[in-house]
């Protein structure tokens, strides 16, 4: 196949599933262009069929198409051009949008009570855990600065301050990794978890408590010493356990923290 920018899909290349028949006809065309992009058979940059071509395929109306090409715009999958050149074209992928639309799925799922805080918490520790590890034997001089500026923060800072330099510490020690995929897929979780934290209840002595275990984990990632960066790292996470739970807890009853 040619993957060269602009080249043209034939509709064989997009015809070779079968139409799943319990979801509405546009989720259905939707889903198969969809198989055909993760799979890499459409790659980035890839110009698809005129939408006569693909209703005529998949034997639907062509504003059924038109309905499946604006669900996989929104999900950054696609882009459509106007003019002599224009058409819709398979999108080259972003890391920040593939982590945002992550986030809002995560959060929706949240929202809705399909997934735990406690189910939060526990794949933060399966993920940031080990990538403590990763960072003490991985991280430059450059990175280790940065972890080490968003260390650290005085109790004179209001919450939204705080909130940023704890957020801008564990994306720093996820990205001293090295492993995009690993803050693709952490660092989702983490804003949504720690979006709850967004009150001014949450008592100082939490963040002590944090300034202090983020402190321990700078010092280990520091030394290249991963067993202890894990170890911080996993301390730091049970420690803050019970902060999340009695929030999760005080805003389905209405209480606070």
């Given at each position: 196949?040619?993957?060269?920018?602009?080249s043209?899909q034939?509709?064989?290349?997009?015809s070779?599933l079968?139409?799943r028949?319990i979801?509405?006809?546009?989720?259905?065309v939707?889903h198969?262009?969809r198989e055909?992009i993760?799979?890499?058979?459409?790659?980035?940059g890839?110009?698809?069929?005129?939408?006569?071509?693909i209703a005529?395929?998949f034997?639907?109306?062509r504003?059924?198409?038109?309905e499946?090409?604006?669900?996989l715009?929104?999900e950054g999958?696609v882009?459509?051009?106007?003019?002599?050149?224009?058409?819709?074209?398979v999108?080259?992928?972003?890391?920040d949008?593939i982590s945002?639309?992550?986030?809002t799925?995560?959060?929706?799922l949240?929202?809705a009570?399909?997934?735990?805080i406690?189910s939060?918490?526990?794949a933060?520790?399966?993920?940031?855990v080990p990538?403590?590890?990763f960072?003490?034997?991985?991280?430059?001089?450059e990175?280790?600065?940065?972890i080490?500026e968003t260390a650290?923060?005085?109790?004179?800072l209001?919450?939204?301050?705080?909130?940023?330099m704890n957020?801008g510490f564990?994306?720093?020690v996820?990205?001293?990794?090295?492993?995009?995929l690993?803050?693709?897929v952490?660092?989702p979780?983490?804003q949504?978890m720690?979006?709850?934290?967004?009150?001014e209840?949450?008592?100082?002595t939490?963040?002590?408590q944090?300034?202090?275990d983020?402190?321990?984990?700078y010092?280990?990632?520091?030394?290249g010493?991963a067993?202890?960066a894990?170890s911080?790292m996993?301390a730091?996470?049970e420690?803050?356990?019970?902060?999340?739970?009695?929030i999760d807890r005080g805003a389905?009853?209405?209480?606070g923290?």
């Open positions: 196949m040619n993957r060269d920018e602009g043209r034939t509709p064989a290349a997009i070779r079968t139409p028949r979801l509405p006809a546009y989720q259905q939707a198969q262009l055909h993760i799979s890499g058979r459409l790659a980035p890839n110009q698809l069929p005129i939408e006569p071509e005529e395929l034997g639907v109306s504003s059924t198409i038109r499946a090409l604006r669900q715009s929104s999958l882009r459509t051009t106007r003019g002599v050149r224009g058409g819709t074209f999108a080259y992928p972003s890391f949008s945002a639309h992550l986030e799925g995560i959060g929706l949240t929202g009570e399909e997934i735990s406690a939060l918490l526990e933060r520790i399966l993920l940031e990538a403590a590890g960072s003490a034997v991985r991280r430059s001089e990175a280790l600065k940065l080490h650290v923060f005085s109790d004179n209001d919450v939204a301050h705080r909130l940023e957020r564990h994306a720093r996820l990205s001293a990794t090295g492993n995009e690993l803050e693709i952490a660092i979780i983490f949504v720690t979006a709850r934290l967004d009150r209840d949450v008592p100082v939490f963040w002590r944090v300034e202090a983020h402190l321990a984990i010092n280990a990632i520091a030394a010493d067993g202890a894990e911080h996993r730091h996470l420690r803050i356990r019970p902060t999340y739970m009695e389905k009853d209405g209480s923290c």
